[in-house]
């Protein structure tokens, strides 16, 4: 590893030995660009890595908001704009009971690079709550987000930072979200949250873009292996957004999901959840009720339900993480080369621990995707929606999903050029990091040293 790299990661173990995550990811990306350093002197003496490390600023906030019982209580919001060289600051919102601000730092710097590989002018940020949507009430989910945008709006704007959905943040928290937001600015700009609803700006095929992003990212590598995707069978962990649009996506291209989770445990469709509208609709269902489990599913189609387990020792074609972060860890990755799996795409942000990933990638034959280019489609398609407020247009869901397909070809195509040209071969990991960073890494260098 080239010494600078690597003297840039101890200087983040050192400085954040209580963030995992956040340490996990820089680990991740910037184990992947020792030959660009090499190849780029004027960054090492720009210090571009230490500083492309470094938020440009976070904040946290005091978010109180009273139940249903008239019980207050406090939670922690944060915002962090983890760097906006080559755009407004943009990343979604979580609202999970786990939420750190280690799980922000990597959300947003993972989103530095994915929102760089958009091809689009889009910054790294994230954002969220510690808050448990688990068992709230319409009530209360209200509420909580309209005590959380009063903290929050005022670090926010259209050509400042433009938040979105993410884990326990859908359309229904977004419209919340957004009503605040109006409420205190008194004035539409632009719409300023992306993701929401089509009557008041939201673009057609966000809701599905991620997932449709995904599908369409598996069938341009599948393609390049010669390989079709019809008749391919998908285990995916996670049942929310993202799982409901590969699911969607997968029964136009005929293609079928087997597996669903939560953390309750997995679900076992054979027939495939992708086989009926009523499945795939079935999932949107699910998540609305906030009760967190995949056992509705089991007791709906009468598919097998295994409590407490990860579907990865499941037998299909391709694997697809798709709930969380650390999803897989080595065990599971080892049961899943065990079943002779060639393609395994991530699809949540950092599904895979870094152990468990380098295993993956280092067999023979197997085909690694990492998330931040399977995902892309999601915030791709945001930028998008930004494009369609500031012109005060609408665009039909032909003319996104035109331009959701084409710029998750050009994601593969970019990460494939980016590993081939040092010499990495067909490495779309190493490729994705490498193609984000030199974006992200030049505009910076010709912006100045701050
Ligand atoms: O992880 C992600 O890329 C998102 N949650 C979506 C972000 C966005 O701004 O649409």
């Known amino acids: 590893m080239n010494a600078y790299v690597a003297s840039v990661i101890e200087n983040v173990k050192a400085k954040h030995a209580s963030e995992p995550e956040f340490i996990q990811t820089v680990e991740e990306v910037l184990s992947s660009l020792s030959p660009v350093i090499d ?125 979105a959905g993410d884990m326990g943040v859908g359309g229904r928290e977004i419209g919340y979200l957004y009503g605040q937001y109006r409420r205190l600015k008194g004035s539409f700009e632009n719409g300023v949250l992306t993701g929401k609803g089509f009557t008041y700006g939201g673009s057609r095929t966000r809701p599905e873009a991620t997932g449709y992003g995904a599908m369409y990212y598996l069938a341009e590598v599948l393609k390049h292996e010669g390989e079709d995707i019809k008749g391919k069978t998908i285990a995916i962990s996670g049942f929310g957004n993202v799982a409901w649009g590969i699911c969607k996506k997968a029964m136009h291209m005929g293609a079928k999901v087997i597996t669903l989770s939560g953390p309750d445990g997995y679900i ?7 086989s009926s509208e009523e499945k795939v609709d079935y999932l949107l269902e699910m998540r609305a009720s906030n009760r967190n489990r995949v056992l509705d599913y089991a007791e709906k189609f009468g598919v097998p339900f295994f409590p407490g387990e990860k579907p990865w020792g499941v037998k299909a074609d391709v694997i697809m993480p798709s709930a969380m972060q650390n999803d897989v860890h080595l065990d599971s990755a080892k049961k899943i080369v065990e079943n002779g799996v060639k393609y395994y795409f991530e699809v949540a942000n950092m599904p895979t621990t870094n152990e468990a990933l380098n295993y993956l990638r280092a067999q023979p034959g197997m085909i690694v995707a990492p998330s931040k280019a399977v995902n892309a489609g999601g915030v791709g398609v945001s930028a998008l929606e930004m494009a369609q407020n500031s012109e005060h247009l609408v665009w039909s869901a032909e003319e996104v999903d035109v331009q959701l397909h084409r710029m998750m070809e050009n994601i593969v195509k970019a990460s494939a050029d980016a590993a081939e040209e040092y010499g990495l071969g067909y490495d779309l990991v190493a490729g994705a990091n490498i193609a984000g960073f030199k974006k992200v890494a030049q505009a910076m260098y010709e912006q100045g040293i701050f």
């Open 39 to 163: 190849a780029h002197p004027e960054y090492v003496k720009a210090d571009i890595l230490n500083r492309i490390v470094e938020p440009e600023r976070m904040f946290t906030f005091r978010v109180v908001w009273v139940d249903d019982n008239g019980v207050p209580h406090t939670n922690t919001g944060y915002r962090c704009q983890f760097n906006g060289a080559i755009g407004p600051y943009k990343g979604g919102l979580r609202f999970q009971k786990n939420v750190t601000p280690s799980v922000i730092k990597f959300l947003g710097f993972e989103q530095i690079f994915k929102n760089a590989l958009t091809g689009l002018p889009i910054g790294g940020g994230k954002g969220g709550s510690d808050f448990d949507p688990t068992g709230k009430s319409e009530n209360e989910i209200m509420r909580f987000c309209q005590s959380f945008m009063t903290a929050l709006y005022r670090y926010i704007g259209p050509d400042t930072d433009v938040p």
């Open 268 to 274: 076992l469709d054979p027939e495939g959840v992708s």
